[in-house]
């Protein structure tokens, strides 16, 4: 298991004024992350080196920051930790600026196409446009490669100066096997190139502005690289495409592709010079208050300092990406004391650089947290919400979204009773009499509506049945105005059930929470007035989660 730099050698070479549980809270998020995004309580010691008692602190506060959650007794890195990786990428821009064409040249030749910038001796994903089939490994925004094993690596050596390449060779000296680079599928060293041969291919691929990564990285995997320009003419990113020999060797990616990627990474470049400077948004959230409350409440359990340091990087983000110490403070609620020593830790560890008076984030930002969560789908990210709202009701509660005529179960969680519906992931039932159905149909757009009511078999399954095609279009209309569905034994008898929907970042209902309840536990009006707010919490939960997660990449409904 690759093991992060210990805290403890971290803080000896830390400068003077550096905030020690800020140290420690980003080594046990690095820990976290570096293991896929759990790693039980016993294991993270190990890991980190930190006595239990510190440790229950830090994954405290982390908890109470919605940072991470806990599996039983294993913390679990939470959807909302993406918010500083967000920050990162929304002051980079290349993302949004970018990530149309990427998808366009995607689409266009049906492979895949990433950005990657520079990380200190490696390369990290920015961007992922996946049209990845069966046979190989997919890398995700916040991965890290080492630059000898992948295509857009010499294109980033190329500009490296003898302090760079001093830097890399340390780096293979110190870790030949590539440990610190937890997203490197277990490999054959002997595709990993000598350095000599990587200094040449360093020098070759900046003169002809590209390189091949002919199966480097794994076998089958090719890719074809080339560098996108900033206006100033640095390198802003590098575009790869990416494919398996069985449909493109690497020599045929360079024969046949590369002039459509080069008209693909000119039109990023001229993107990149036309664009205009965005007008700086309003920091995030304002947190000073919320982190004296939280003190108040958990004393010695909760750590400000390890707070206050990682909201130092939420002051940071579209048009607000090179920031004077002034702003951050200004930005987090921070006396400028407190702000500066949180920039002096982050700065030593690599996630904040400075230059002339301003600080900015590096992409290993990232690091904390994001390609594991990115890979969350939209299941995994409601369970441990559908678990809490089952605490709370004591009855079971899904997510389900609409397939067809049909509703499907992505999510459940089962109350122990002995009245229990049966239904598990996977259950197909008809939309028409379920609530989930109800707010998923509800929510479509008329004309959308309009042909699935005209189509579909509204079969009777009780007494109680809506069937006629007028009635439930009346009922969708209610229940889209009303914002939740409430079904009384249309689909089951002695079963009511309630559902609100789910929303993506642009307001589609992309799936419904329900509860289900036998019509003995309680009336129509009491679901209303007792369950409905809890439900309706719920939803809001998992769709503020899916709105940091769904910010760069695509959260899968199911
Ligand atoms: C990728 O985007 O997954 C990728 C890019 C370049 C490589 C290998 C993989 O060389």
Known sequence: MPLPPSPVAAADQAPAEAVAPLIRGTTV???????????????????????????????????????LRMDGRTPVLA???????????????????????????????????????????????????????????????????????????????????????????????ADPDGVGFPALPPGDAARVPAEAEFIAWARQAGEQGWALDDQLIEPGLVALSLPVHAPDGTLACVASLVSHTSRHSAEDLR??????????????????????????????????????ASKQELGQGFVGSLARGLGVLTAFGPGRESLPLTAVAQATGQARATA???????????????????????????????????????????????????????????????????VRYTARVAARRIMSVDVTVGTRLPAHATSTGRVLLGALPAADRARHLARAHLTSLTPHTVTGREELAAVLDQVAASGYALVDQELEEGLRSIAVPVHDRT??????????????????????????????????????????AGRFSHVQEA
Do not use: K
């Not at 080069?262 to 993107?271: I, K, Q, W």
């Not at 009491?526 to 709105?547: G, K």
């Open 255 to 292: 024969e046949r592709l590369l002039p459509t990627v080069r008209e693909t990474v000119a039109a990023m470049e001229r993107r990149l010079r036309e664009a205009p400077h965005p007008e700086p948004a309003p920091p995030g959230a304002h947190r000073a208050s919320w982190i004296s």
């Open 507 to 548: 307001g589609r209902a992309v799936a419904a929470v329900n509860v289900a309840l036998h019509s003995g536990r309680r009336t129509t009006r009491e679901i209303v007035a007792d369950v409905l707010p809890e439900l309706r919490a719920t939803a809001d939960a998992i769709t503020a989660d899916l709105r940091v």
């Open 29 to 67: 998020l690095r820990a976290l992350t570096d293991t896929d995004g759990a790693l039980s309580l016993p294991e993270l010691e190990r890991a980190t080196g930190l006595a239990r008692a510190t440790l229950d602190r830090l994954t405290g506060t982390l908890e109470r920051m919605g940072y």
């Open 79 to 173: 959807p909302p930790l993406m918010e500083l990786g967000n920050a990162y990428l929304e002051g980079l821009r290349l993302p949004d600026l970018l990530g149309p064409y990427a998808r366009e040249l995607a689409g266009e030749l049906n492979e895949s196409v990433s950005l990657a910038v520079a990380d200190g001796a490696g390369v990290r994903f920015i961007h992922q446009t996946t049209r990845r089939r069966a046979l190989s490994v997919s890398f995700r925004v916040g991965d890290l490669l080492p630059v000898e094993r992948c295509g857009p690596g010499p294109l980033v050596a190329a500009g490296w100066h003898e302090a760079d390449w001093e830097r890399w060779r340390r780096r293979r000296a």
């Open 340 to 406: 500066r020593r949180a920039l002096i830790t982050l700065t030593h560890l690599g996630y904040v650089t400075s230059e002339a008076g301003t600080f900015r984030l590096t992409p290993r930002v990232l690091a904390l947290g994001y390609a594991p969560l990115s890979d969350l789908r939209l299941p995994q990210i409601a369970q441990p919400h559908l678990t809490t709202l089952t605490e709370r009701v004591h009855d079971s509660t899904s997510l389900a979204v609409l397939d067809g005529d049909e």
